[in-house]
């Protein structure tokens, strides 16, 4: 099990940048890969951005393809998701999850350890 804490979150106005982090603890993070999940209120938590234990391959969200990018340190166990062009859309709360599987997937029943989430707004 991998223990999984995110930050970064916060306000910011529509067109605006913001970049989060998630800090992983546990055990040997370069052996997962990871994502990032988002869920806003009343809809189900959807896939966001993924990248492979190496950072060879990522996988994106059509909604946010070209805007966010993910991005890995496996030196300091901490996966990133710099979002740009934030849109009246994309506020949510934000999770990374980690996942041990050998094929990098946006499918959110194959991770398998979940962060608590870190708020984003968007103001118009």
């Known amino acids: 099990q991998v223990q999984l804490v995110e930050s970064g979150g916060g306000l910011v106005q529509a067109g605006g940048s913001l970049r989060l982090s998630c800090a992983a603890s546990?055990?040997?993070?370069?052996?997962?890969?990871m994502g990032w999940f988002r869920q806003a209120p009343g809809k189900e938590r959807e896939f966001v951005a993924a990248?492979?234990?190496?950072?060879?391959?990522?996988y994106y969200a059509e909604s946010v393809k070209g805007r966010f990018t993910i991005s890995r340190d496996n030196a300091k166990n901490t996966v990133y998701l710099q979002m740009n062009s934030l849109k009246p859309e994309d506020p949510a709360v934000y999770y990374c999850?980690?996942?041990?599987?050998?094929?990098?997937?946006?499918?959110?029943?194959?991770?398998?350890?979940w962060g608590q989430g870190t708020q984003v707004t968007v103001s118009s």
């Open positions: 999850a980690a996942s041990s599987g050998v094929v990098l997937t946006t499918k959110r029943y194959e991770y398998d350890d």
């Open positions: 546990g055990r040997t993070f370069s052996r997962y890969a």
């Open positions: 990248i492979s234990r190496s950072a060879g391959n990522t």
